[in-house]
């Protein structure tokens, strides 16, 4: 089996190391990132900016292979779909080949692990580099062998042709793979593909069942020291006095670390960490303002804030035609959502020898580390990043905050790594949340209930503060006797968008305007989390074209099918229809069906989904009984990681849409816990059916983050249909679902 | 110094006793298959075995393990090899990030223990104290049905 597991030489050794093993020395790959292709052929992928084949693959003295990857792992399975893509371009087995993914001084720079752009940009790269290895290695072999290139098969690495055979490791001497791909060597034809299309089991999950090393926490470095930090009470609360000789003198501490209102702790223990940073809270006194709007007050904040742009998404006005004869509006509210992982962040940071090595959970080792370095006044190259799994990844979380907090306190003590994990409290009251969002809708209709006018307006903090280089981006930065200062976060434009992520209607309408009034003013710290703008607009878009169809007298799924033109939409839609039995279900007391579709960012992943909900009228509880979602990937690489991305996305979907909200008052985030932010548990999930739709040949899709947009809305919907009552804002707990039904 | 079994052996760590098993187990002791989620018993990502019960080690004072028998993920393994119940994890492909994976193979053991054959609605009860953010309980609850089925 493809080997991924933790590599304690490359990550526990030093800086040595990579002169070493490699060839490429650290921070050419970036330089190579930045350089312009200029008249060069369009490459696939990432490889159009790394472009030599060596930064991607490396052919070993061991009889392996290694690919090499920006991309990593955050539990979606990347790592092994593009280890399926590699082996069969490559004509290897999996088991003969190593990945290494996220190391700064050794991969190519492929930006940040997020947006559903893996399978889009490293699965393309990966297959090409792949196989203009293979046409490198199959040229070798056809001079060596002295027979043409066009005779010889390749099987598990071993070249064969005219009676006589030659392996990649016989021929790989030097700087074979030293150059740049061509674009001109075509990958297999879909009949020769053995690996990808199939299901193969992950290459993490035996270590993660068993006890394996796998995850930052396993690593144990010799020496290793604890570090807990101690936030403010709240956010911009400034330290005034700390008296910090008691704790320093408790068992077990070694160093209290102090920088303006930065106040981190190093202990020989874990547990004394964690109690050093508890009991120097309670001996610091600080400078608190009252500054929140509070939970309930956040969506008239919304609307009332000053925009720091107001940006038009999308400008169609119709082009002349009969007046609307009919006006529908709506108001839609999603509120804070945490990604919440169930590990809280972490990192190991050592400063040895000039060189800060950090292993991290980080989705953007190469900016985080470019971060930490202007954070620290070091030299960019002298910060390494190395990424080691850790717990789920759901967006712009606080492992870049642990990656830097780990490195202010082994900037502190160099020579001795040092271990920091947060507290629960810790990660849930400072993660970077999704952020609260209102939507507006207004369609005008014509006789028959159909959309001649449709109007769209987003209300929205920022959805994307993550480290980019900046050390202001990182948490405690701004809490130093020198702090950075945060930059003003930018809205993602096209074809990304970011709080407008999907705030675009795949229906088409003959008047379509999209508005983004773009807040940057952020009561609660505010980031990327899965699916950014998308999941409150499509909440919006297809509740609001579910009361549409409701006041046009016409069954959802066929109203949503009078605008889509997107045939592959149309086959989503159906099909998701279809596998719920949508034509054969009937209606009962309490039951409720509904419907939801998106097309990731309008050019990933098309994804629907169908429910049925029991809605409790007594208590206002809903019990989703099934679930069904459609989905098109594109070519599906490995359709049981497709299956468990949707399958998961659809679950954290329903979860945020009956449950979550992070609740805060005029000072501070008060869900600081399991029992203060409840999530879906095995009780309340219901049986998921997910139905995949290949599309041999295609591009890779994005698929992470299609079902939570889908999902929110079909909730919705089915609620309506067991109650008759609609319900714009979220989430839909049995407080509100019952003070609705008895308004 | 706090003497117990640990996953069969006789281990003797040298930590404070009131210091949480949890840390005692990952820090002192090496094991992989603890997981720290909350420290408050909320998540069950720490989830160890004390003779036989569940227990949640972030919460639980290592002293309280002297003289006992814990179990870990590791001792789950069976001459090396996953157990039926890791391999039916692993058949299963019950995760996302894994990060909970421990606590819940953990936990399901000790249902197991109790009721061989447990129901769909047995597993979901006895693992509703453990949470996944992922989104794998379907394919959990079918790892333990399966494991169940294959014992």
Known sequence: ?743 | MVTFKLNQAEVRVDAPATSPLLFVLANDLGVNGVKYGCGRSQCGSCTVLIDGEPVRSCQTPVSAAAGRSVTTLEGLLEGGKPSKLQQAFIDEQAAQCGYCAAGMIMQAQALLDRNPAPSESDVRTSLNGNLCRCGAHNRIVRAVLRAAKEA
């Not at chain 1, 983050?705 to 804002?729: C, H, I, K, W």
Request: hydrophobic letters at 40%.
């Open chain 1, 1 to 743: 089996m493809t080997d991924i597991l933790l590599d304690r030489r490359r990550l526990l050794a030093g800086a040595g190391y990579v002169a070493l093993s490699f060839s490429i020395p650290a921070g050419d790959a970036l330089a190579q990132a930045a350089a312009p292709a200029g008249e060069k052929p369009r490459l696939p992928g990432d490889l159009n900016a790394v472009r030599m084949i060596s930064a991607w693959i490396r052919i070993n003295a061991d009889k392996t292979v290694t690919l090499l990857v920006g991309k990593v792992e955050l539990g979606q399975g990347i790592l092994t779909a593009v280890s399926q893509i590699c082996a069969d371009e490559l004509d290897i087995d999996m088991a003969q080949l190593k990945i290494i993914s996220g190391d700064t001084a050794l991969v190519p720079n492929e930006g940040v692990t997020a947006g559903s752009f893996s399978m889009p940009n490293c699965g393309p790269a990966v297959r090409q580099a792949s196989a203009e290895a293979r046409k490198i290695m199959i040229d070798l072999a056809a001079a060596k062998l002295g027979q043409p290139a066009e005779s010889l098969t390749v099987k598990a690495g071993v070249v064969s042709g005219g009676g006589a055979s030659v392996s990649y490791w016989d021929l790989a001497v030097g700087q074979a793979l030293e150059r740049e791909a061509t674009g001109t060597v075509k990958p297999k034809a879909l009949a020769d593909l053995r690996y990808v299309g199939q299901p193969v089991q992950r290459l993490d999950i035996p270590a993660k069942m068993t006890g394996g090393e796998i995850f930052v926490q396993e690593l144990r470095p010799k020496g290793l020291l604890y570090g807990q930090v101690v936030r403010p009470p709240t956010y911009k609360a400034k330290l005034a006095s700390l008296d910090s000789s008691a704790v320093e003198k408790t068992p077990g501490v070694v160093k209290v670390v102090r920088n303006g209102s930065f106040i981190g702790v190093i202990a020989e223990r874990e547990e004394q960490a964690n109690a050093a940073a508890q009991a120097l809270f309670a001996a610091a006194k600080w400078d608190v303002e009252k500054a929140l709007p509070g939970t309930d007050g956040m969506q008239d904040w919304l609307l009332n804030a000053k925009p720091n742009k107001v940006i038009e998404t999308k400008k169609q006005p119709r082009a002349g035609g009969d007046p609307a004869v009919k006006t529908l509006e709506a108001t839609y509210y999603r509120p804070y959502h945490m990604h919440a992982s169930i590990g809280t962040s972490s990192a190991i940071a050592t400063l040895a020898d000039g060189v800060m090595t950090i292993q991290t959970h980080s989705q953007s080792v190469f900016e985080t580390s470019q971060a930490i370095a202007k954070m620290l006044g070091m030299e960019p190259s002298k910060v390494r990043c190395q990424h080691v799994q850790g717990s789920g990844c759901y967006g712009h979380n606080m492992a870049d905050d642990a990656a830097a907090d780990a490195a202010l306190l082994a900037a502190a003590l160099p020579g001795k790594p040092i271990r920091l994990q947060y507290t629960r409290e810790g990660e849930h009251r400072w993660e970077p949340y999704g952020s609260a969002m209102v939507v507006k809708t207004k369609a005008g209709l014509d006789k028959d209930g159909n959309v001649l006018d449709w109007d769209l307006t987003i209300f929205s903090t920022p959805h994307g503060t993550r480290p980019g280089g900046e050390a202001g981006n990182l948490l405690s930065a701004r809490y130093l006797e020198k702090p950075f200062a945060m930059p003003t976060p930018v809205n993602g434009g096209a074809p990304n968008f970011a709080a407008d992520r999907n705030g675009v209607a795949l229906y088409e309408f003959p008047g379509h305007n999209v508005l983004t009034n773009f807040i940057t003013d952020m009561p609660l710290r505010a980031s990327s989390t899965r699916g950014l703008g998308a999941y409150a607009n499509v909440f919006a878009i297809e509740s609001f074209i579910d009361e549409l169809a409701t006041a046009a007298g016409v069954d959802p799924v066929a109203y949503r099918l009078r605008f889509m033109k997107d045939e592959r939409a149309r086959d989503a839609i159906t099909k998701a229809a279809e596998v719920f039995g949508w034509d054969k279900w009937r209606k009962r007391e309490g039951r409720g069906r509904g419907i939801g579709f998106a097309k990731y960012k309008n050019i990933a992943g098309y994804c629907a989904v169908a429910l049925e909900v029991d809605v409790n009228k007594r208590n206002g509880r809903i019990r989703v009984l099934r679930a069904v979602a459609s989905a098109d990937s594109g070519h599906i690489v490995n359709p049981d990681g497709v299956r468990n991305q949707i399958e998961g996305g659809l679950v954290q979907s329903l979860s945020w849409t009956l449950k979550e909200e992070v609740k805060f008052d005029d000072t501070r985030v008060t869900s600081e816990d399991w029992a203060s932010y409840p999530i879906l548990t095995f009780n309340e999930i219901p049986p998921i059916e997910v139905a995949l739709i290949n599309r041999p040949g295609t591009p890779f899709l994005g698929t992470g983050e299609a079902s939570q947009g889908p999902t929110g809305a079909a909730l919705a919907n089915a609620v309506f249909d067991a109650t008759g009552v609609r319900f714009r804002r979220l989430p839909l707990t049995p407080e509100r679902v019952k003070a609705g039904l008895t308004a």
